[in-house]
């Protein structure tokens, strides 16, 4: 017996570049999807998407797959609203997690209303909305939940260890999200995982995290992400007889920028160019820090830019305090460039399998992190002898790789009888 496809999930276009919706619909698993905002199929959305300034021209792009049908969409109008809010004011503080909170009830609720209407056996929803989504959720649903970001308790956790070492530029980590949420949502962003019959978290760190703090570890799998292999390609490395290094990401204390700068004082870097790019928060401190690091700071920059600076340095270097994954040390590796993480990222997770094409310093560590990066400097030809393996290392994990495993992820959660109807 063959009955109609029946799993509901939310989208919102930035953890997993629709391929978690790709995968469902491949597998003929997906009647629908709610969302903030879809774009339909046609000539039109393309040319619309051509001519927009290039600010919204990334948020238009991740509205619209063409391997979704968009009869598959059903977008959330209080959602779209507060979406729009967001992109087109600077809200902060109580204010940006009240349209926070508001936009995510919202968006969970026409999840449910989809689900029921469907009479889905299978819900999948992100962990910053699992808890509204499946409070009221008829308990005959199966609820599939990815961990974007490690477990939010662990993060606190994990914050308050680095406080108390008088950690440099320490008050970022303050002005991070998860330090700062109001009692409602941080409640909510706990009860998540334990609502949830199966979670799946793009790292072992990021499963630990859940481990750690009771959620069942049978209950937690892991899928990694992928790379876009096309768009960045290999590169050759920097200039004969130099040495780059590279930061790209939000220049915050999550990523570890008040670390390096303390830990690139240490090095002797009269032949080595640190390169930092990313939006930079208007922070004065930061802001002196950078300009008295010796370091060239670019800003934000665009894709095109991010794939050459990736192509053309020696080293890409993030020594992150959390990652729930962290794509950019697989687009450096797709580029062919090493990279220097920690053991709260992915790059443990790359390197079980590929040893040579990376480096974990200690999170938190000024003194682990500078003397990983002097060993790294004092041979310098080892990191132009790798990249070839770099790119292999990355071809492990493409978008390809993501549905596949995610699907069959999907397809083992599920209830057995409907296995059974489905004919898998």
Known sequence: MTIKPNIVAQYLGRWDACNSLIALHERNLLSGFCTDFWLPDGALSQRLINLSPHSVREQFTKARCPKIPSTLAKVDPKSLWYTFLVKTHRFQGKQAQRIYRVQGESLSRATQRLAHRHRASAVFAYSYYAAWTFDGLDRSIRRLMYQVHPYAPAIRAIYEDILKTDSPLGHLLLQDGEMGLDLELAAALERGPKMADKIFANSSFS?????????????VSVIPLGADLKRFAFGSGPPTGRL??????NVSGRKGIGILLEAW????????????????????????????????VLGRVDDATAVHLFQTSSLFCMPSLIEGFGLVYLQSLSCGTPVLGTENTVVPDILASAPSVGFVARAGSIDDLAETLESIL??????????DRCRMAASRYTWEAYRQRFGDWVEANLDDDVLTNMGV
């Open 378 to 387: 004092s041979y310098p030809d080892a990191l132009a002898e790798v990249r």
């Open 207 to 219: 499963r630990r995290t859940l481990i750690e703090f009771g959620i069942p570890a049978e209950r």
């Open 265 to 296: 004082k240490q090095l002797n870097t009269r032949s080595v160019e640190l390169i930092i790019a990313g939006s930079v928060p208007d922070d004065r401190l930061l802001r002196d820090a950078l300009n008295n690091s010796g370091a060239t």
């Open 244 to 249: 780059r290094i590279l930061f790209l990401g």
